[in-house]
Structures are given as C-alpha cells and as structure tokens.
C-alpha cells in the first residue's frame, strides 16, 4: 500500500473509568471467537486460521496471574520472505506472572533466546538474539537456524541480521512460535520506513506509535515487570510531557572485535568491522552510558516511574526506537533483567484461582479519551480507505460505510490487538460516503469523498 497523509480526527468521549485492579490482571486482551490470519508467499489476500487470537482467559491468586493463550495476535502475520518454511501455530500455553514483581539485588539475570516476556495479545516477546554467534576457527556463523554451535562470544543481533525475514507488523516464528524482538508497531508506520513487505502483504501491529501521548503498556516481562511502547512521560513522577525514551545504548568506536566494553581482556576474536559485518551486526557493537538525564533508560531498558496504570510509580522496560521510530537496542528487555525472574510457561493451575472477567467499558486504553485520534485516508480516495486508531484498542469494534442515501455498503470489524481496517473502494462510483463508528457512548461519523 502506498503511503498517504492521514487527517486525524479528535473524537470526544466519557469512556467509563476502568476499576482498580492490578495492571498485569487487567491488561490482557481477551478474546474467545476471533481467529487468527495469515498471508502466504505470493498471495496477498490473508487466510484465516483455525487458532484464536490474543488471551482465551486470565485467572489469579493472592500471588500470580495465569494468562491462557495460543500465542496468536488479531494483526495478519507472514510471510516470511527469507526462506523460514514456518507458520505461526497454537502455542497452547499459561503464562504464570508474579502480581508483585521485586527488585533483583544480586547478580543480574541475562536474558536467553526464546520467550522473556508476553506480549498482552499472548503473543511471545524475544530479545535481540537469533541464537546465531560468531565461530573464529571456521570465520564463519554458527548455531540458531545455522545449525552447529558458535563461541557465544559474538552474538548476532537478529534485528538487522533478520530483517529480510520479518512481516509487516516486525514478527516471524520460531518454529511455530510466533514473536516479537522489537517494538510490535508495523514497519509502514515509522518515519523511516526500512523494510518494503507491507507493500506487498499489508497489515498492521498490536499499536501504532503516537508521540503525543504516553504509550500503552504492551507486555510483560519474566520478571513481572510492566513492557510499555516508545514514549512516556519524561520525567519519573509523571511530569515533564511526552517523550521518546531513549536507549542508553550506543555503538562503539571500534574497527577490530577482540574485546568487550565491560573489559579491556582480549577474548575470542569476531570477524573485522567491515561493510559485511558493519558496527551493530552483535549485541557486543554496543556499550552502555549512564544516563545523565531521565528520559534515557537504565542498563535493562527501564527505569521506575509513573505511568497511566501505575500512578503510584513502578519499575517498568520501554519498547525502544530511535528518533525515525526505527528500533533501537536492546529493543525490549536486557540484556539482562531488572527484577527476579519468575515468571514461567506452565502446564497447568495448582492452586485456587479467580477468573477474571473485562469489563466492555474498558474500551480503549486511554487516559485521554476525551482525545482519542482516529486517522481516516486518504481522503478523498480512488480504491482503498483505510480506518485506524492511534490507541491500543482492547475491544472489537464495528465500522460501517454508507453511501449518501445510507444504504450499507460495507461493514469491518477493528479487532481488539489490532491498530487499521481497509475498505476496498474500486468498485464504487464517484461521490459522497460516510464511515460510522460506535466507540463507547460516543459515534463518530467522517464524510468520505470518492473520486475516479
């Protein structure tokens, strides 16, 4: 899809308050009927899949939230078009988090390839690795998708190595794991748009970027730390405005790999920094910078501070991006944890749980309702209108398309974990239409100019 100028439209709105419950209870997106999708090579119309998308049920004790889900986001996924002959399958996991996540004050714990996190759409969050290292004895990669076993001294970072092979909305399986390394917002709607695929096969993320509010919180790391997206308030009591937080991450003046930035000991040589293996090719590229102002964050990717769900203050990671909303290292979470790990994949529930059950007032979750911002474009349009929302929206939403007489002449569902819907404009003659949408007691209602 082309890329176009959005007009945003301020839609006003007395969206119920959400009652006080524990933020890692309440903000997973559940969802019981709608299934997931898929685009294969070659075909750019998406397959619905048999598996459900985002969490089938959140349950709780005194000390842990059990979220039940088959790891499959409500946004299409695929293809992959690096050669992974995998799809994204049911994971048919419970995730086990601590309600009262603490501080770990001894040696910190290192991040691992696989799952460190869930995303609150059920679908796994992954570090910067892709199990790939540099092996010195054969010059050569090893390990990951490559097979054999690499030194683990120079460890690939899978955000460039694995470009060629993420979807439009920056995931790919791992197996039939399906997964995030970075920031889950389509690639067609940063500043910088790096990768072509959602020309191809569009679609969209579990949110989409917005710099002018703080961004939702998106996930959960395994030590029972909150994830949120790129922008929070800028300074830690929720004061100072909107800002991007920042990586304290940055690349280091080297032209040989032969050391460390935590030490000056030489260790297993990497291969020379080159225009094959440029500066940010291993995690190792990078060294850390204490920050010196707050809105860049600790060595883990987080600091403590208020946020919308926790106005009392916690600690929390930020999905990272630099300043063309491109990632930015370590992305997530890491290299290592903040907090103790304790989170788990379970297979089942030992103890007295309550289930929990959303309330449909939650709507979106905004702290501005009274200025949500949905972009409708182009406008006027030839053969596509495209419906999106600047929030993260927690419940289906219905839109409907009349032409000037009100008949309908199309209605789509905005699903929950999901961010833009497309109505296909070619067939429809010139002239005056109208999208409608109901968005709690509020409706909002956008005259669309059809030219041919």
């Known amino acids: ?26 903000s997973w997106l559940q969802n019981t009927t709608v299934k997931g999708r898929h685009y294969v090579s070659g075909n750019s119309t998406p397959i619905t899949d048999t598996y459900t998308a985002n969490v089938q049920s959140v349950q709780y004790s005194g000390n842990y939230v059990y979220a039940t889900t088959q790891g499959i986001p409500a946004y299409v996924v695929g293809p992959y078009l690096d050669g992974n002959p995998n799809q994204a399958g ?9 309600l009262n996540p603490v501080q770990n004050t001894g040696t910190p714990v290192a991040t691992t390839g696989g799952n460190i996190g869930v995303f609150i759409n059920g679908v796994a969050m992954f570090d910067y690795r892709d199990g790939v290292s540099w092996k010195n004895s054969t010059n050569a990669y090893a390990g990951g998708p490559l097979g054999g076993t690499g030194d683990g001294v120079w460890n690939r970072d899978a955000i460039p190595a694995e470009k060629a092979g993420f979807d439009c909305s920056k995931g ?65 009591d929720g004061t100072g405005g909107i800002v991007r937080m920042k990586s304290s991450f940055s690349l280091r003046n080297i032209t040989v790999r032969n050391t460390l930035y935590t030490s000056t000991v030489t260790v297993t040589s990497g291969p020379p920094v080159n225009s094959t ?40 990671y930020f999905a990272t991006v630099d300043s063309h909303w491109n990632a930015a290292y370590p992305y997530l979470v890491g290299p290592t944890f903040y907090g ?76 929950q974990g999901s961010t833009i819907v497309y109505f296909d404009t070619k067939t429809l003659y010139s002239g005056v239409y109208f999208l409608k949408m109901q968005i709690g007691n509020k409706e909002l209602n956008k005259k669309i100019i059809i030219e041919k």
């Open 340 to 415: 103790t790990k304790v989170a788990a994949k379970v297979t089942s529930i030992t103890e007295t749980v309550t289930t929990y059950t959303p309330s449909v007032a939650t709507g979106i979750s905004s702290v501005n309702a009274d200025n949500l911002k949905v972009n409708v474009f182009p406008n006027p349009a030839t053969d596509l209108i495209a419906v999106q929302m600047n929030e993260l929206v927690k419940e289906n939403y219905d839109i409907t398309l009349y032409d000037i007489n009100g008949k309908i002449v199309e209605k789509k569902t905005l699903y």
């Open 277 to 316: 293996y440029p500066l940010g090719t291993f995690k190792e590229d990078y060294q850390f910078n204490t920050p010196t102002t707050s809105d860049y964050l600790d060595i883990h990717n987080g600091r403590f501070c208020v946020t919308p769900e926790y106005p009392n203050g916690t600690y929390c």
């Open 172 to 236: 790919h399986p791992a197996g039939t794991n399906y997964h995030h390394h970075q920031n889950p917002s389509a690639f067609k709607l940063d500043l910088n748009v790096i990768s072509t695929i959602c020309n191809l096969y569009d679609a969209d993320g579990l949110y989409a970027i917005d710099s002018t509010v703080h961004s939702p919180l998106i996930g959960f790391a395994y030590d029972g730390f909150p994830v949120y997206g790129a922008y929070g308030y800028k300074n830690t």
């Open 90 to 98: 049911n994971q048919n996991a419970i995730f086990k988090f601590p």
């Open 1 to 26: 899809m082309k890329k176009i100028i959005s007009s945003a439209i301020l839609l006003s709105a007395s969206l119920l308050a959400t009652a006080q419950i524990n933020p890692a209870i309440s």
